[in-house]
């Protein structure tokens, strides 16, 4: 992505930024500017919340022992 502002010369930047100036007006770009800093700070931050895993999530459940109760007789109806 920054490759092609190493392309790009002086008069195509200022071209470009005339043409953001009269889409979106002289009040509405340090609007635009200041959310897409935001947004930008808010991804970097969720980048690196998401790297860290919690010890407790990458960690392996301990296994549940199965209590082993005596099976009950269950009561047949049809002998009585």
């Known amino acids: 992505m920054l490759g ?9 930047i200022l071209i470009i ?6 889409l979106f007006g002289a009040k509405k770009l340090p609007e635009l500017a200041r959310s897409l800093g935001r947004s ?10 998401g790297g860290k895993d919690d010890p407790e999530e990458s960690a392996p459940a301990p296994a549940l022992k199965a209590e082993s109760k005596p099976a009950e ?6 002998t009585e």
């Open 4 to 12: 092609l502002f190493d392309q790009l010369g002086p008069a195509e």
């Open 17 to 22: 930024l005339a043409v953001f100036l009269l």
């Open 40 to 49: 930008s700070t808010e991804f970097r931050k969720g980048l690196k919340e």
């Open 73 to 78: 007789p269950k009561a047949d109806s049809s």
